[in-house]
């Protein structure tokens, strides 16, 4: 899969099938977007590619908003190559490109690539205040010399499916479905970080994770499976999210217990698959009505572990 920092792509990359949008998660109607546009492509022999912008707009335009994302930006590369794109092209969101209006966004489009399909999800908005929308893109089809792909949108239980509404099933514990919707299980990336050692002094060694922009799920207890930097094999383990209120603490943070392992990981990737919610984040009297919770949700975690992973 080839990658594009700009839409400055090479002649054999022209006249091919585009489907633009953020892409965040790549959720099964993004992925009905890339296989409808790709069956165009392909029977019109011609490259399919996903124009996509970095960061995503909503967090260039609002600052203070900082757990949103359902993957992180290399993340959306490999779940890219995943689908088999033939070509990507990474669109920097900055200040610049966010005063291009409408139309002069698919003029630039048109100069630059000349595609012969485009396609975009049917809430898709772009140019200077958002202006541009399906119907503009019909519009400028003809001048342009374009067609514009008429998908319909990927649904569940008669509603469109979208990332915003994966984001929302997480942030309420309904993994299950966020991860039906997702076609896999959602799962998170990180370094691991020193921590204060409270985990070991209550007899259960922990590795602690910044959550950084991932969007926040339900904080509480879940079943996970690890995979721990470039290893294949996955480990069973149960995490907690959550500031450590019984402990007055303020920042959330992602610790994992993984069972049957000892050894430090400290700076080690992690990457973290969420299998099951098992409870919510809950503050306790002491550490010893801590414990004995603990000891309850690792019995709970290892049932959560039947839970089928899929990659």
Not at 29 to 42: I, M, N, P, S
Not at 82 to 96: C, G, L, P, Q, S
Not at 116 to 143: A, M
Request: charged share 30%; aromatic share 12%.
């Amino acid at each position: 899969m080839k990658i594009f920092k700009n839409i400055n792509v090479l002649k054999n990359y022209k006249k091919s099938a585009i489907a633009i949008g953020n892409f965040d998660g790549l959720h099964k109607g993004h992925q009905k977007v890339f296989k409808e546009t790709k069956k165009f492509a392909l029977e019109n022999k011609a490259k399919f590619g996903v124009l996509t912008f970095t960061p995503l707009p909503i967090m260039f335009f609002n600052k203070k908003i900082k757990n949103y994302r359902l993957a992180s930006e290399s993340q959306k590369i490999e779940l890219l190559k995943k689908n088999k794109i033939d070509f990507v092209i990474k669109v920097k969101f900055n200040r610049k490109f966010s005063k291009i209006s409408a139309e002069d966004f698919i003029k630039n489009i048109y100069k630059k690539i000349n595609p012969k399909f485009l396609s975009v999800s049917n809430n898709f908005r772009f140019g200077r205040n958002r202006k541009g929308d399906v119907k503009l893109l019909k519009k400028l089809s003809k001048r342009y010399n374009y067609k514009l792909l008429n998908i319909n949108p990927f649904k569940y239980l008669n509603k469109t499916i979208s990332s915003t509404k994966i984001r929302n099933y997480l942030k309420s514990g309904n993994l299950s479905l966020a991860n039906k919707l997702l076609s896999r299980t959602w799962f998170i990336d990180g370094r691991v970080q020193k921590g204060r050692g409270r985990g070991r002094k209550l007899g259960y060694r922990t590795c602690n994770l910044d959550i950084k922009n991932y969007i926040l799920p339900k904080l509480g207890i879940y079943a996970v499976k690890i995979l721990i930097g470039n290893k294949k094999h996955t480990y069973g383990g149960v995490a907690y999210l959550g500031s450590r209120p019984t402990f007055s603490g303020k920042k959330v943070f992602l610790e994992i217990n993984i069972f049957g392992l000892k050894k430090n990981l400290y700076e080690k990737k992690l990457r973290v698959f969420f299998l099951k919610f098992l409870r919510g984040d809950k503050k306790f009297k002491n550490s010893a009505q801590l414990v004995r919770q603990m000891n309850k949700d690792v019995i709970f975690a290892k049932k959560g572990l039947k839970t089928k992973l899929v990659l």
